[in-house]
């Protein structure tokens, strides 16, 4: 049975002596504690009637309050009820501070990409960020979760693949973040489990992508290749080439390559994407490239051009995914020629 009453803490006292007033929600065979940013002494609390007593010189006003949380908390737990929300103290306790506005998908789905986003999930938050904006261009706001259904998810997926020409495989990466948003919502207690509508959609079969290889003659054609100095098609092959002498480095670690990284006769990195550390030796050809952008390798944290000093994590990332962009578009110009 879940239940609210209103408790003092005693180790939640001030200098004062007094000791904070708490709402204590129980429910499946749990409870958590939600403050009321207020605190009187214990001997001005009635813990019986769950009601500051009489000799309080703030006794009613301190009451009313009172009154109007717990009031709050079952109109709270009717609802969620009513709709069929898994009730759980902590659940409950959502609810309660978030309020019925979170009926709403967009409630949450904003507030859950902005989580992303405090927590440095930068990579995450942005490809989120961008999946939602093409959500939101398909089924609109407001969206009450009801309305988030299987009809509502195929007409997601026919406007991908007819209005923006998305192949399956782009459709699948979006709808498996909307999907990931909707698990989360279950499990915070927003909706319940038969609620979430990707029990029941099936989605898009995409095609395993067929990657071509270079063959060696290819990739020796590449390195003696004839480009203007400096240009960013001779940055693209520079920073392509030195992947593959770092035995296939990823261009997230190559392009935050610093000059600290290197002893003399390795690299030595944490890679960005699994935190391993990375001990790669160094040869002649990677000396070879590493050398076009010294000699003076005081002059710049990082190897290659792309960053030239520290930034923020989100501005960072911004730079190196517009860089990402022009090498791969340098490097198909390359591949022609």
């Known amino acids: 049975m879940a239940t609210v ?16 007033l708490y709402l204590r929600f129980e429910a499946g065979g749990s409870r958590v504690y939600s403050s009321l940013s207020r605190s009187v002494l214990p001997s001005r609390w009635n813990s019986r009637t769950g009601q500051v007593r009489s000799s309080h010189r703030h006794a009613s006003d301190l009451n009313e309050e009172i009154v109007k949380a717990v009031d709050k908390a079952h109109k709270c737990l009717f609802e969620m ?3 069929g ?3 759980t103290a902590k659940s409950w306790k959502v609810r309660y501070h978030d309020g019925p506005s ?6 949450w789905a904003d507030k859950w990409v902005a989580e992303k986003r405090k927590r440095q999930q930068i990579y995450y938050w942005r490809r989120a960020r961008s999946i939602l904006l093409k959500f939101e261009a398909s089924l609109g706001r407001p969206l009450p979760w009801p309305n988030l259904n299987l009809a509502s998810l195929r007409k997601w997926d026919l406007y991908m693949e007819s209005e923006r020409k998305n192949v399956a495989s782009t459709r699948v990466v979006a709808h498996n973040i909307i999907k990931t948003i909707a698990n989360d919502a279950v499990r915070e207690g927003i909706i319940d489990h038969g609620n979430n509508p990707y029990l029941r959609f099936r989605l898009p079969k995409a095609k395993p992508a067929k990657r071509v290889k270079l063959t060696l003659e290819q990739f020796r054609n ?3 290749l004839t480009l203007e100095p400096g240009s ?9 080439a030195f992947s593959v002498f770092a035995r296939g480095l990823r261009f997230g670690d190559v392009v935050r390559l610093r000059w600290s990284d290197f002893d003399g006769d390795r690299i ?5 994407k699994t935190g391993d550390h990375l001990s790669i030796p160094v040869d002649d050809n990677i000396m070879q490239i590493i050398n076009k952008y010294g000699p003076d390798k005081s002059s710049a944290f990082f190897v290659f051009p792309a960053l030239k000093e520290e930034l923020p994590p989100e501005m960072e990332i911004a ?11 340098a490097l198909k110009t390359i591949g022609a020629k």
């Open 85 to 87: 929300a898994v009730v």
């Open 5 to 20: 009453s209103v408790v003092q803490l005693p180790h939640k006292s001030n200098s004062k002596g007094e000791v904070g």
């Open 222 to 224: 590449l390195l003696v």
């Open 319 to 329: 730079i190196v995914s517009s860089f990402n962009a022009r090498i791969n578009k």
């Open 81 to 83: 009820e009513r709709t």
């Open 102 to 107: 979170r009926q709403d998908f967009w409630v």
């Open 268 to 272: 030595n990195l944490t890679a960005s």
């Open 232 to 240: 960013m098609e001779d940055i693209a092959r520079d920073m392509f």
